[in-house]
C-alpha cells in the first residue's frame, strides 16, 4: 500500500481512566480505498472511529487525516475538517422528524447556499444513486431497516466526501439488503473518487467488497492484509472469527469461576 | 470502617452535584453563545414555538379557567364574610397576574412542553442523531438547544399571560354570571387595584425567569441523560421535579424582591 495516504495512523494509544482500549495501533488508509477494521463487539474498533472523525484524543500517537493531525484542530478547523467527510451511524441516524428529502438535503441547507431548486435535484441523485428516488415525502419511521440505510447513506454522500466512515453498515440488514448496502459502498467509493473506512464485524459481506482489512483484538492490530490473505489466514483468532467456530481463542465460555464446585460436584 | 464509606459516599454526591451545577452553566452559556442562528434563521425557533407554546394552548387555556373559576368561587365566600364582595374583581386579578398565572402556567408548561424537549433531545442523543449532527459538522448546541431555548423563553410569558386572562374570564363567570356579583364593581375594582408596572409587570418578569429555568432545566437533562431508555425515562423525571422546585423557589426569591417592604 504505497499510494498516497489520505488518513494516518500512528502508535494511537487511547485509555477511559485506567482502562487502555486502544494499543499503539498503526495503520495507513490510502486514497481511494475501500479499507475493513474487523474485530469482536467491544475490541475498540469503533473508538478508532470516532478518533478519525476527531471526536476523541488519543492518549498518545496521533491521527492525521489529510495531512492534518485531526485532534490538533480548533472546532473551526475541525468542522472544516467534517464537512470534507461523511459518517454512516450504525443504525443511520436519521433525523426523525424530518422527512427523507430533508435528511438529505440537511447538510446542503446547512453548508451551503445552494438554492433550494439545485438542492432538489442534487437529493433527488442521491436517491436515485441509492436506488430510494420517490421515497422523498417519507418519514424515517415509514422506511425498513434497509431502506432507513440507504437514505442515510445518500445522506452521508450529500456533500461528496473525501472520507466515507461506515460504523457497522451491515448490522441488522436482511440478505437482500445487506448485498445492497454492500455493493452500494463498494460503488460510490468508486464513483465518488473517496476513501471508505468500513467498520464491521461481518465477515463474509465486507470481504466481498474491500480492499484491505485490519484485524483488532483487545485494542491491537493482530493481523491485516487483502481480502484472500485473511480467508487464507493461519491466525488462530482470524481463522476463528472468518469461520465462525465455536469455540478457540475466543472460548464458549464466560472465565464465571469453578461450575462442578458451585453445583456441589466432587472431582 | 462504615463510617469513611459513608463519609466518601457523601462527598462523591456533593462532588458530582457540583460537577453537574457547573457543567449546567457552561451549558447554558454555551447556549447563549450559539443563540445567533435562531434568530438568523427564525423559522427554526417559529418552529420550535409551535411545538412548545402553540400545543401547550389547550392545557394553559382550560386549566386558567378554571383556577380562575375556583378563585371566584372561593374568593366570593371569603370577601362575603366581611361584606366586600365587590373586591371580587380585584382579588381574582392580583392574584393570577402577580402569582398563579406565571407560577402555575410555567409548572404545566415544565409537565407538558419541558418533559417533551427533554425526551425528544435524550431521544436524539440514544439514537445518535445528536452525533451524525456533530459528525455533519453542524453544531447541536446551536441548531438543536437554542431554537428550543429562546422558544421557551418566548412563549412562557405568552402562556402565562394568556393562563392570567382566562382565569380572570373564570372568575367572571363564577363570580358576576353565576353568583351575581355586580358587573361594574368586578371591572372597576380590578382597574383600580392593578397596577401595570408593579403587578402586570413584575408577572410578566417572573414568567420570563421561570420560562429561561425551564427551559435550561429541560434542555440539559436531555442532552446529559445517559442513550438507554431508562436514562431518558429518568431524565424526563427528573425534568419534571427539578423544574416545579425551580419556579416555586425561584417564585418566593423573586416575590420577596419585588412585593416585600
Redesign the interface.
Known amino acids: 500500500m504505497s499510494t498516497e495516504l489520505l488518513v494516518e495512523i500512528s502508535n494511537l494509544n487511547f485509555a477511559y481512566d485506567s482502562r487502555a482500549i486502544l494499543k499503539g495501533i498503526n495503520m495507513s488508509f490510502p486514497k481511494g480505498k475501500l479499507i475493513a477494521i474487523m474485530g469482536l463487539s467491544g475490541c475498540g474498533k469503533t473508538t478508532l472511529l470516532r478518533h478519525i ?1 476527531g ?1 476523541l484524543k488519543p492518549t498518545k500517537g496521533y491521527v492525521k487525516v489529510d495531512g492534518q493531525i485531526i485532534h490538533d484542530l480548533d472546532q473551526e478547523g ?3 475538517m ?2 470534507k ?1 461523511g ?1 454512516l ?3 443511520g ?4 422528524d424530518m422527512t427523507v428529502f430533508d435528511n438529505v438535503a ?2 446542503m441547507r ?2 451551503t447556499d445552494l438554492p433550494e431548486e439545485i438542492i432538489h435535484d442534487l437529493v433527488m441523485m442521491k436517491l436515485h444513486a441509492v436506488g430510494l428516488y420517490g421515497t422523498q415525502d417519507l418519514f424515517p419511521a415509514e422506511l425498513s431497516g434497509g431502506m432507513a440505510r440507504r437514505v442515510a447513506l445518500a445522506r452521508t454522500i450529500a456533500l461528496d466526501p473525501m472520507l466515507i466512515m461506515y460504523d457497522e453498515p451491515f448490522a441488522g440488514l436482511d440478505p437482500i439488503s445487506l448485498t445492497v448496502v454492500g455493493e452500494l459502498i463498494r460503488r460510490l467509493n468508486d464513483a465518488l473518487g473517496a476513501t471508505s473506512i468500513v467498520v464491521t464485524h461481518d465477515v463474509q459481506e465486507s470481504l466481498k467488497i474491500v480492499d484491505y482489512v485490519y484485524f483488532i483484538s483487545n485494542g491491537a492490530i493482530i493481523a491485516e492484509g487483502s481480502a484472500d490473505d485473511i480467508r487464507n489466514s493461519r491466525e488462530a483468532f482470524v481463522r476463528q472469527f472468518v469461520h465462525g467456530e465455536m469455540d478457540g481463542p475466543i472460548p464458549f465460555h464466560y472465565p464465571g469461576g469453578n461450575f462442578s464446585k458451585d453445583l456441589g460436584v466432587r472431582v | 470502617m462504615a463510617l469513611v464509606s459513608s463519609l466518601r459516599g457523601i462527598g462523591s454526591r456533593v462532588v458530582n452535584a457540583v460537577w453537574r451545577i457547573g457543567y449546567a452553566t457552561r451549558f447554558f452559556l454555551m447556549t447563549l453563545y450559539y443563540s445567533g442562528l435562531s434568530f438568523r434563521r427564525f423559522r427554526l425557533t417559529v418552529r420550535e414555538i409551535f411545538f412548545s407554546g402553540v400545543m401547550s394552548l389547550i392545557i394553559i387555556i382550560v386549566a386558567g379557567m378554571f383556577v380562575g373559576m375556583v378563585l371566584g368561587l372561593q374568593g366570593y365566600e371569603t370577601l362575603k364574610r366581611y361584606g366586600s364582595e365587590s373586591a371580587l374583581g380585584s382579588l381574582v386579578a392580583l392574584s393570577l397576574v402577580r402569582e398563579l398565572g406565571p407560577v402555575l402556567a410555567a409548572l404545566l408548561f415544565a409537565s407538558r412542553a419541558g418533559s417533551a424537549m427533554t425526551a425528544e433531545i435524550g431521544l436524539m442523543k440514544a439514537t445518535e442523531q445528536i452525533s451524525a449532527m456533530e459528525m455533519m459538522a453542524v453544531n447541536p448546541i446551536a441548531r438543536v438547544v437554542a431554537p428550543r431555548f429562546w422558544a421557551g423563553v418566548i412563549s412562557m410569558p405568552l402562556l402565562a399571560a394568556l393562563f392570567s386572562a382566562m382565569g380572570v374570564f373564570g372568575g367572571y363567570v363564577v363570580g358576576v354570571v353565576l353568583i351575581g356579583v355586580d358587573e361594574g364593581s368586578f371591572w372597576s375594582q380590578m382597574q383600580g387595584a392593578v397596577d401595570f408596572r408593579h403587578d402586570v409587570m413584575n408577572g410578566v418578569i417572573k414568567s420570563v425567569v421561570f420560562g429561561v429555568a425551564v427551559t435550561v432545566i429541560s434542555l440539559f437533562e436531555g442532552y446529559d441523560a445517559p442513550p438507554t431508555a431508562e436514562g431518558v425515562s429518568g431524565a424526563t423525571t427528573r425534568t419534571v421535579v427539578e423544574s416545579s422546585l425551580a419556579i416555586l423557589m425561584l417564585d418566593f426569591m423573586l416575590t420577596a424582591f419585588m412585593f416585600g417592604e
Open positions: 472523525g471526536v475541525l468542522y472544516k467534517r464537512r467527510m459518517m451511524f450504525q443504525f441516524a436519521l433525523f426523525t440537511f447538510q446547512e453548508h
